[in-house]
């Protein structure tokens, strides 16, 4: 299989790059059953809307990966839910109910880090510790490839979503990713009332506004006759 065309990377197979790879991950890839490239990014840019913009690689064609604190009777139980990066994974009503939780939230970036071995912003479905549940929005199971973390910030992996789908601990999940809440458009900024209406001014009815030099000018005009000369 070819290489993927996304965006500006360069996508290389992982095989030549495994350096780009946190440790659970390297170790991981090749049980996936299908090809994988990986591609190197600044770290900086790993925040999948700033990876977008700086790579040209499109939402739709990335994943975001992000982990789930689910709790019952006291006990908490750790998850991963996939999702395309044009919607959010819904998690107090299709992955509650799934994990039969009373509870689920997303965990705390000190626990996902902890628990994973991975990097926060790199967290990827490949890799994740043994029985953790691995949820798989349909549609991201649909797609010819998709771009996920790798485990760490500085790059990305490019996977089929069959290969997502089908590893151990995988469930296909429909309705778990839910389309973004659009960004409402800002207000019309309210008119600026004026201070005064218009027709209110320091001019008087019959009066026509004037320059104040104009002032000396109609005095030595206007006086009376009796006043006699300068």
């Not at 999702?83 to 994990?99: E, K």
């Not at 926060?120 to 349909?138: A, Q, Y």
Request: glycine letters at 10%; hydrophobic letters at 45%.
């Amino acid at each position: 299989m070819p290489s993927p065309q996304l965006g500006s990377l360069t996508w290389l197979p992982v095989a030549d790059r495994p350096d780009l790879l946190a440790p659970p991950v390297a170790a991981a890839v090749p049980l996936l059953g299908g090809a994988a490239w990986v591609a190197e990014i600044d770290d900086e840019l790993a925040d999948t809307a700033a990876f977008s913009d700086a790579y040209g690689v499109p939402l739709e064609a990335s994943a975001n990966c992000v982990v789930v604190a689910a709790r019952r009777a006291g006990q908490t139980t750790l998850a991963a839910c996939v999702v395309l990066a044009t919607t959010r994974a819904d998690v107090n009503g299709v992955v509650r109910r799934h994990l039969d939780a009373r509870k689920a939230s997303f965990a705390p970036q000190d626990v996902a880090v902890a628990e994973s071995g991975m990097a926060f912003g790199g967290i990827t479905p490949v890799g994740l510790p043994e029985g953790w549940p691995v949820l798989v929005d349909p549609a991201v199971a649909a797609a010819d490839v998709v771009v996920i973390g790798s485990g760490i910030r500085g790059s990305k992996l490019a996977v089929p979503g069959a290969a997502l789908a089908g590893l151990p601990s995988a469930h296909v999940l429909d309705g778990l990713g839910r389309p973004m809440a659009p960004v409402p458009d800002e207000p019309a900024p309210a008119p600026v009332r004026p201070l005064r209406a218009p027709d209110d001014s320091d001019v008087g009815w019959g009066e026509r506004p004037t320059d104040p030099s104009d002032d000396d000018r109609r005095y030595l005009e206007d006086r009376p006759p009796h006043w006699g000369s300068d």
